[in-house]
């Protein structure tokens, strides 16, 4: 039986009455000229990481590159999932069927219109993760009974990591932040149905919290997201993504050498500081720029 896999727009929820600022972005203000900070100082060599390149998806579409960085240590399953479909070549050629401006880019279907999947079965849900002592959070915000970080580029909130020592695992619980570029698992109405399916964020969109899969960001191209032909369904001729791949499968001689600044590193919680000074109480994780070189 054929499912349609697709992702409420706007209106569809009503957020939680105990949601954090991290949670509900505002619409955003200019800040006062007064509430400007300083230009940041260049990065030093220290301040960046290199990416796994096994978590690293290069999806060549026909208006620019997109490079997505995959999160593991959020999403294992629906991660190890898109490896898998890349190394098949599973992508290359569909379309984005669905995109609606504000919000998100849809692809990942065989049939190029929000009924298809893989053959592979559904991929459970993995709306919350479990963060332990190794898993590489960087704290932005703590508000107490709750974290507001990063685990590498992706923006997540977690509980706060004092109630680690009372879980039966010693670990707390988490979601991944939907800003822009974040990369989420699309599924049907049953919350273990994802499968081959998924989005790229054109904007924040927080009512997607808790409730998709949130597996990785696009940390090089999203410009490219946001130059992809809208449309719900997209006319066409649809945009394509040509070829997907992970950074491995790539030869040495045309891979690209990516590299990200690392938010355990100075440099990020300067410029955390200079954005929160900023935006005053209209900050959000959201508002946080992770650069990334590209050579």
Known sequence: MRKTLLLFAAGAFALSAGATFAQVRKPAAPAPAAAVTPAAPKPTAADWRTPKPEDVLVIDTNKGRIIVEMVPEVAPLYTERM???????????????????????????????????????????????????ETPFVLVVDQSVAEVGFIKSLPVVTQSMMLAPMTRDGKIAGYGLYCPGVAGAARGSEEDSANSQFYLMREAYPALERRY??????????????????????????DRMDRVRLLTDIPEKERPKVRVIDPAGPWFKAEI????AARGAEFTACDVTIPVEVK
């Open 83 to 133: 490896r898998t479909l890349a190394l098949q070549h599973f992508f290359d050629g569909l379309t984005f069927f669905r995109v609606i401006d504000d919000f998100m880019a849809q692809t990942g279907d065989p049939e190029n219109r929000g009924t298809g999947s893989s053959s592979l079965p559904d991929v459970k849900a993995e709306f919350m993760f479990r963060r332990g002592p």
């Open 213 to 238: 899969t949130a597996w990785g960001r696009v940390i090089s191209g999203q410009s490219v997201v946001k130059a992809i032909k809208t449309g719900e369904p997209v006319a066409d001729p649809q």
């Open 273 to 276: 500081a200079r954005t929160q």
